[in-house]
Structure formats: C-alpha cells, structure tokens
C-alpha cells in the first residue's frame, strides 16, 4: 500500500470546508465510511446481491449505466476484503474502506464496470497475497491490465528526483490505457482527503507532488471533477492563510440576502421558456482556488463573482440557439465569448462560454453546453468507457504490450509520439516537466481550416513541429493572419498560420530554433537531429532559415592580405574574396548585399572587420565624404554567394507559395523574405537569397519572372543611407 493511504486520517482544516465538486443526487446521503468499513468486516453478502458495503457503488454505477451487471462488482470486493482483512489504516479504519471509496468515485464520475472492478482490487497485488495471474483468471485481461498498471505505478517516484525512466514507463501505460491513470486519480484524490494526521512536511511533500504532476495530468485528461477538488485540498494544505481568507469570502457571501446568480439564472430561465429551448439553468460555485484567483485579479469581489451559470440543453443546435437568445435579450460581454464546440480544446472539452451584465454592473459568466458535454467536461477520459472493441483481436496486447486507443484524447497521443522520438529518458522527462507547467492552450488554423492545439506561448516553430512533425525541418518561414513572419513569432489564439517549406530534403533545423520551442514534440525532434548530427549544429548556430529576417551585414571570416577569404554566411562557404589586409576579417555588406561579377570596395570598421559594398552603394559615397579610407578588395574564384532580389507582382491567391517553390527549384536558398502591403492590387516582394554559384543569377531571375503573376524581378538597389 502507499505510504500516503498507510498513514492517513482526516484532515482539520479541509475536512468539510471543500465543497465536494460531483454533483450527488439527493436521495443518497453522503458516504459513511467509517460505518462502511465496519460492515466490510461482517463478511460477503449472498451471491444474489451486492454486499452491503458496496452498495452505494452500485446505485451510483446504475445512474449511469442501468443495464450494468454488478456481478464482477461483487466477486471484486469479496476478493478485496478478504485480502486486505486485518490491515488498517492509521486513522484506525479497516483497509477496505480505501479502494471501496476510490471505487465510489470512480462510479460518480460515470466509470464503466471494468474499471470499478480493477479499482476495487487495485491494492491487491502490491499489498496482499493476491497475484496478477489470480486476477486474471478470475476477472480476465482488462482487470489484470489495469491492476498490474495501477501497481506500477504505486512505485514511481513523482518527485524532483523520479527516476525518468520509471516516470516515462507509467505515462506510456496511461497512454496505452487511460483507464489506469483514471484509477490513479482517484486514489490521490482519496489519500489528499485523509491525509490530516501525517506530519506537516509529509503533507506538504504530498501536496507538492499532486500539485507539479497529477492536478496537470488530470487537467489533460479532462477530469475536471478530479481536478478541482485535488486543486482545493492541495491550497488548504500549502497555503493554509489564504484559503483560510477565501473560506470566509465564501461563508460571507452565503449569508447575504440577496444572491444575483439566483436572480439571474430565474431571468434567463424566463427567457429560454419564452424562446421554447427546453434547458436547465444551474448555478456553479466557484471552488476555493477558482475564487481565490478571481479575487487576486478583480480586487473585492461581487455576488456575481462566486460562481457561473450553467445552462445544460439536449441537442449541439440549442446551444447556439441559448447563446442567440441571451445575447438578444440581455448585455453580453462580448470580449468573454469563446467557442470550445466547434473548437474544443485538447482534452476532450467542449462549451460555449460568455457573459452577460446586470444593470448595476455586475457581470454573470455563462457556460452553455449539452448533457454529453457536462459529462464529458465532468469526467473526461472517465467518461470514454472501454475504449476498446469487443473483438478479441483488437482487444488482445500487442507483441509489446501496447495497445491502440482511438478515443485517447489528443494529447496523450502526442506523449506517446514524444515517449518514441525522445534521444533518451532525461530529456523526455524535462520536456514533460516543461509541458505539464503550461496551464493554458490556444487553438491556431491551417489554412485549409483544419486547427492546431499548442501551449500559450507557442511559436510558428511549435506549429511547424505540430503540423508536420520531423519534416518540420524543412520549413523556411510562415505567414501568421496573412503576413509573413518569422519562425519566433509568437502565436495568440485564434490565428491562421501557413507554414512555408523548403524543397531541400537535406533540410536541417537551426540549434537557434531551441530558443523559440515551447512544446515537446518540437524540442525533442531539434534534440534529436542536432544529437544526430553535431557538427552540422555546432556551425550553424545563425542558420538563416530560423526565419524570414533580414542582417545588418553578412557574417565574417579572416584572411592574410591578397589571399583569398572565404566570407562564411550562414554557416556556408560564400564568394571568396581577396582583401589588401593582412588578418581582416572580411563581411558581405546587408545593404546592397554584392555578389560577383559587381564591383566592390571595402572599409574598415570596429574589431578589425573589413566589409565590402559595391561601389554604386550610398553608404560608400557617405563613408568617402567622410574620410574613411578605402581598403583595397576584389573577388577570387566564384562559389557560394547571397543576393537580395525584389520582385514587383500582381495580387494573387498562392503566389507567395508558387514564387518561393519557383525559387527553391532554381537551387536557392530563401534567407529573409518581406512583403509589402499590397496597393491597387499590386505588390513588392523583397527576397535574399543563397546561391551555390554567382553564375546561377540570371537563371533564378527568370525562373522567378515566369511565375505567373510576377511581371518584373530586379537586382535591389543600393540603400540611400546607411551600410
């Protein structure tokens, strides 16, 4: 047994201050469990009912499942409480009373027979004389499944120094089977109930513990039920003054006559009654976190403040349909509405969220969704059921172990993608760690409408990774709403992003590109390739195609004077070029950026650096007005070089896309890209561009020039100010 369930009790100050956050039906009263476990030392009940000790598992299992046969239920307990007889708890109650009360919530949440099952034996194994292949034979597979998993995961270390190994094995089997973190949530939520006796620093431990790993987990599997009280007992416990002060925010606003959720919920059940949308109004306190973070953001709080309304309707249609009326009838917040039906969020989520204000001021939240969806927003994965088909093949374990889920939310799709691609276990646990801390999401389209769920903070680095995965390297740029913009760019919710390729298929990601990566799957593929490659990623630490941005001026190389210098861009060999001094180091001016045949100049400036400008570039007529020597430059033989071309085109669907793929056919190399607004349909696109040779000018030039639409591409013109 765990040390948390080993030396547990109740807890002073959280003990009947949280509100229990499932809903229970008020023809059942709250769960005795001290009498429970008295009644599970009475021994089996008759074969043709359900112990008394489990009864109320039963009714809560019915609500939700009425044709369910309770016969395993049974068979399970029996086997638990004669297991687990004579082992007690700290607190003095039987064993029993902690995976009869795991189970409880498990089938309040809506679990199916299956997973109650396993719950109820989910201790057997790790602390009894039970074993796995008993469990089997008595229950089948699936329980022997979920029980050996719920087991391992007993012995995993979720602290600052778990073993990753050990860490990414249990989440690969939540992955594999997301009935088994299901058990392991409402374990902890069991133990965190009764964890009063222990010593504060173990307390604590704990807390920190559910709070860092298991309240985020929860959060990703959509139990938000599980959540939200695991939430609340972990703040009564870390930080005992402040929950201390929003219990008594709570209890005051109680006691006030005048409630203005109930007011308004009564008004908007007058509306819906007149617009003939049958719906259920409920109000929903906020628990003592959710409150806690409203006070700290609006300041003193308002009777509006305590809770939201839930409107609960029957068909997708009707909630637009309440969402129309309210927005008609009273004063929306317009700035509150969020639509997470037609968008919802990664954990199985869906609603539709706005506000509405009184007339004095107060503003009252609103979620509209329907029945499935509570259930759904409530339970989350709890809520799938089995996620398998009942064919024996594709119930059957995989040569490894694993299984395919195809209900599996999102984003423990994407773990198991992290889990395999991951170089090794300490840096899948550091990404994990990284992706847990992120509380938020935001939603992003494609350009063929298709949507992309990434953290808050997510880059076009991170949409690239997302979308394309390990191709991903091979992406040059992106346009964000339209616009291009670099791979860095930040991402707000709501954003259309177009991710532009590359056609090399040698294409490689920049060590740079780690610097603007928030998700796992974009950090592990980087670490991956550069782990693969070192050499590649050590030289070209400035890769221009991180993003479509432009340089001041081109990168450096030294060279002895009248020998050739081989001027690095990029990380490349460019044009070599001969300078007349000794131990310069030599840089390809950003302003008029020349290539061989021009003919160029050069002028010295700080830490020794020599940079060479074409001889018609402003800067250089600014720089000899100035009495700025000149130093003595010319070209050596042709390789590599960097140009800036401007092309002049019509407005056009697919242009960008049809002149960049024109000039990756042509062997160039985008660099930096803009493009002007356009103006009386026509538009200016400036590139720079890497060439493997000078002489492939001329050829790139046309090539662009044939696109249709472009009706002219020009060398750019040197800069009027400035090198």
Not at 26 to 46: E, F, H, N, V, Y
Not at 79 to 93: D, I, T, V, Y
Not at 584 to 589: D, G, I, K, P, T
Not at 656 to 681: C, W, Y
Request: aromatic letters at 4%; proline letters at 6%.
């Amino acid at each position: 047994m765990s040390a948390e369930a080993a030396n547990s009790a109740t807890p002073g100050p959280v003990a009947g201050a949280v509100p229990p956050v499932v809903p229970r039906r008020k023809t059942r009263a709250r769960i005795d469990l001290r009498r429970l476990g008295r009644a599970a030392l009475l021994g089996p009940a008759s074969r043709d009912r359900l112990p008394d000790a489990i009864g109320h598992v039963g009714d809560a299992h019915r609500a939700h499942h009425p044709d369910a046969d309770l016969e395993p239920l049974r068979r399970a307990y029996v086997l638990a409480e004669s297991s687990h007889r004579g082992q007690m708890r700290k607190s003095g109650e039987p064993y029993i009373t902690h995976p009869l009360a795991v189970t409880l919530i498990l089938a309040e949440l809506g679990a199916e027979t299956t997973t109650l099952t396993a719950s109820l034996l989910h201790d057997t194994v790790e602390d009894t004389d039970v074993t796995l292949d008993q469990v089997g034979e008595e229950f089948g597979a699936e329980v022997r499944f979920l029980v050996d998993g719920v087991t391992k995961l007993e012995k995993v270390d979720y602290g600052a120094a778990a073993e990753p190994e050990t860490f990414r094995k249990m989440l690969v089997a939540t992955g594999n089977d997301v009935r088994v973190m299901s058990i392991k949530l409402a374990d902890r939520l069991h133990n965190m109930r009764t964890l009063g006796v222990m010593r504060p620093e173990k307390q604590a431990r704990i807390a920190k513990v559910t709070r860092d790993v298991l309240i985020p987990l929860a959060e990703r599997l959509g139990v938000q039920a599980l959540k939200t009280e695991l939430e609340d007992l972990v703040f009564a416990i870390l930080h005992p003054e402040e929950y201390e002060h929003t219990r008594e925010l709570i209890v005051e606003n109680a006691s006030r006559a005048d409630d203005p959720l109930a007011e308004m919920a009564e008004q908007m059940r007058g509306v819906l009654r007149e617009a003939d949308i049958p719906a259920e109004v409920l109000i929903r306190p906020r628990h003592f976190v959710s409150v806690h973070r409203v006070s700290r953001k609006r300041g003193r709080l308002r009777g509006a403040d305590f809770g939201r309304l839930l409107v609960l309707v029957n068909e997708d249609a009707d909630c637009y349909g309440v969402l129309g009326e309210l927005h008609t009838c009273m004063t929306p917040v317009v700035s509150e509405f969020k639509d997470f039906i037609a968008v919802p969020k990664f954990n199985l989520y869906q609603s539709l969220h706005t506000a509405v204000a009184r007339e004095d001021g107060q503003v009252t939240e609103v979620l509209i969704r329907t029945h499935q969806m509570h259930k759904a927003a409530e339970a989350g994965v709890v809520a799938l059921g089995n996620p398998y088909t009942p064919s024996a093949e594709e119930q059957a374990l995989a040569g490894d172990g694993e299984r395919a889920d195809p209900t599996r939310p999102g984003w423990l799709s994407r773990l198991l993608d992290w889990q395999e691609a991951a170089p090794d276990p300490d840096t899948f646990w550091s990404t994990l760690r990284e992706d847990l801390a992120q509380d938020r999401e935001i939603t992003v389209f494609r350009p063929d409408g298709g949507t992309l769920g990434l953290p808050e903070g997510a880059t076009c680095v991170d949409a690239a990774y997302a979308q394309y995965g390990e191709d991903a390297h091979a992406c040059i740029g992106a346009r964000v709403n339209g616009r291009l913009a670099t791979l860095s760019t930040v991402l707000r919710d709501g954003d259309t992003v177009q991710l532009l390729m590359g056609q090399d298929p040698a294409s490689e990601p920049s060590r740079e590109w780690l610097e603007h990566a928030h998700t796992p799957a974009a950090r592990i593929a980087i670490q991956r390739w550069l782990a693969a490659h070192p050499a590649q990623g050590a030289v070209e630490a400035k890769d221009a195609r991180v993003a479509f941005r432009g340089e001041a001026e081109g990168p450096t190389s030294s060279a002895a004077a009248g020998e050739g210098s081989v001027v690095r861009q990029g990380g490349r060999s460019a044009a070599n070029v001969l300078v007349d001094r000794a131990g310069a180091s030599v840089r390809l001016a950003g302003c008029c950026t020349p290539v061989p045949p021009d003919e160029v100049t050069g002028f010295s400036v700080r830490g020794g650096v020599v940079t060479v400008h074409r001889v018609e570039c402003a800067a250089v007529a600014r720089m000899k007005g100035a009495g700025r020597a000149e130093v003595g430059v010319r070209w050596g033989d042709t390789a590599e070089c960097r140009v800036t071309l401007v092309a002049e085109s019509f407005v056009r669907p697919h242009l960008l896309a049809d002149l960049t793929e024109a000039m990756a056919q042509e062997g160039a190399e985008i660099v930096s890209a803009t493009v002007e607004p356009p103006t009386q349909q026509r538009v200016r696109h400036t590139y720079t561009v890497q060439l493997p040779d000078a002489a492939m000018l001329p050829g790139l030039m046309r090539a662009m020039r044939n696109v249709a639409g472009v009706y002219d591409v020009t060398r750019a013109q040197p800069q009027t100010q400035g090198a």
